[in-house]
């Protein structure tokens, strides 16, 4: 046997400078099947599943199969004998506010505020008038430290509003946004409500750096506020002159209202052997976005790529490893397989178990796996030989990226596109999933992704229109990663920074 592996890793460096494959690692890599990660996605991102929105009831139900398939493959209990990490959540309500410009008070059929601002009761600030809020506008008066006021254009976007964007650049302490017609003025204003209890965080704590919301104000108010009527406040913005409005002060109380919400991370550990204290983990988020309820037909976001697909390759690598173990051939190294909530609303999973609560000491968590969407294929791909985004592998840890990159070649051959690795790529992928929490703490990560693609955070997102193979072939470059880190001599060295 030693004289054959000798004889044939001698050609193959020859050649390539590929190592050898580890006859080992290759029998457990093939427990991976696309049949089994088919039965798998199917449940998780079935229609029964709701989506899986964090604290709804189509995330538990997907947690409870996640806490099973661990149970059954015989993993450890890491949370106080349990697969489940509470991870408590605060959702911001509609918040209580009151507005008034003297000793005039407006109703809540005048004005919507949203944001997360919080004062410390009345506060009374100046405001002044903006016009159409046009960049010279604003550019053209000193806006620091008071409220503005600026008539939104009927076209643009309400809640993502260039100008208010520049006012707040600018220094605004608060922005008014006036909309003209009563219908849009009600829509917008429900839609909003509508909104409220989907933003999660970890904390009560409102948010007051940068952001401090915006009022939306009906047309009539936007008079009363200046003394005047709209159509004045209207002819002095097309006129251009907007000194014939004078500055005035608005008062404004916000506090804000939260729910508590219940959500949970899945936890399944595997103890290592000789390094047993050395911690690998391996993770992938199990939420989606839920039901939209305003989409026609279909309205569930089934996830199934995003990121049911990285869900499944936990699943299949945890049952890998499993048999290997049962065979007396487990990892030196422990494995947390952790698959967690809160993704889609900002990272709040991960987040808790990095910052509030590590179940294994960050300073023996020797790197972190993470997959978020990988079985599909973005437009840049699509007739490509197989490939996979691989972002973040040489960032802290030298080591790590010539692991990642030969095991690749040896094993499993995919491409491994780097574009999204760029620093200075726009979307800046390296902090928008959950390796990040990781990676702020200096642990080695590698993240795994296909790219967007059209059925991004859509209905339309199905388990049908993944590809399995590829998603086979993916999972088994991370496990053929995963083993390597875990079984190596020494521990994978952090020689780079950020
Ligand atoms: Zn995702």
Redesign the pocket.
Known sequence: MIRKYLAVSFILIGFQAYSQQDPVAVKYATTITTEDLKENLSIIASDAMEGRETGKRGQKMAAAFIASYFEELGLTTPVNGSFYQPVPLFSAGVPVVTLKSGSMEFTREEYMYTGSLATAGLVDVPLLFVGEGAEEEIKSVDVKGKAVMFLLDPGASVMNNPSIRAMRDQGASMVFAVIEKEDDFKRTTSMIRGFAGGRLSLTKQPNQTGNTGVFYLSAQAAGKIFKTTYDKLKKASTDKKLDKIKPSVVSYSIEQVYGEIKSENILGFMEGSDKKDEVLVITA?YDHIGISSRAEGDKINNGAD??GSGTVAVLAMAKAFVQAKKDGEGPRRSILFMTVTG??KGLLGSRYYTDNNPVYPLSSTIANLNI??IGRRDPNHKGSAPYVYVIGSDKLSSDLHTLSESTNKTYTNLIFDYTYNDENHPERIYYR?DHWNFAKNNIPIIFYFDGVHEDYHKPSDEVDKIEFDLLSLRTKAVFHTAWEIANRDSRLAVDRKK
């Open positions: 988020h995003d990121d993704e889609e978020d969407m999933s």
